[in-house]
């Protein structure tokens, strides 16, 4: 994982978060906020996380440093897979196409 991996997580975490509170503005029995909590406390860890590695006067080693990013790889994925397999809902803008390409790409690690 890359900085700019962490960039993609941090906004697509941001992105779920923002459209289970959107949906429950929209329709208070739309649910998931347990699941809103769980992706605003993997973005706080990571965030944490990603502070204390950068800014630490500590040498840390690169294969924890590598450990802790599939880990947080790990979780991201699977929490990508959950929010799009259990709480979004299609607006039925994407082709069959596209609806493949999100699909097989959930399944890529």
Same mark, same amino acid.
């Given at each position: 994982?890359?900085?700019?991996? =962490? %960039?993609?997580?941090?906004?697509?975490?941001? #992105?779920?978060?923002?459209?289970?509170?959107?949906?429950?503005?929209? #329709?208070?029995? &739309? *649910?998931?906020?347990? &699941?809103?909590? @769980?992706?605003?406390? &993997?973005?706080?860890?990571?965030?944490?996380?990603?502070?204390?590695?950068?800014?630490?006067?500590?040498?840390?080693?690169? /294969? =924890?440093? /590598?450990?802790?990013?599939?880990? +947080?790889? @790990?979780?991201?994925?699977?929490?990508?897979?959950? +929010?799009?397999? @259990?709480? %979004?809902?299609?607006? *039925?803008?994407?082709?069959? @196409? =596209?609806? %493949? =390409?999100?699909?097989?790409?959930?399944?890529?690690?």
């Amino acid at each position: 994982m890359r900085l700019c991996d =962490e %960039y993609n997580y941090f906004l697509s975490i941001s #992105d779920y978060i923002l459209y289970i509170v959107h949906q429950n503005s929209i #329709d208070s029995t &739309f *649910g998931h906020c347990n &699941f809103a909590l @769980e992706l605003l406390d &993997f973005f706080m860890d990571l965030f944490k996380t990603n502070v204390n590695l950068y800014s630490s006067t500590v040498k840390i080693d690169a /294969e =924890e440093i /590598e450990t802790m990013r599939t880990s +947080f790889k @790990e979780q991201y994925w699977k929490y990508r897979s959950s +929010f799009y397999c @259990e709480v %979004y809902k299609s607006s *039925g803008k994407f082709s069959d @196409e =596209e609806m %493949y =390409e999100i699909h097989k790409s959930l399944s890529n690690i």
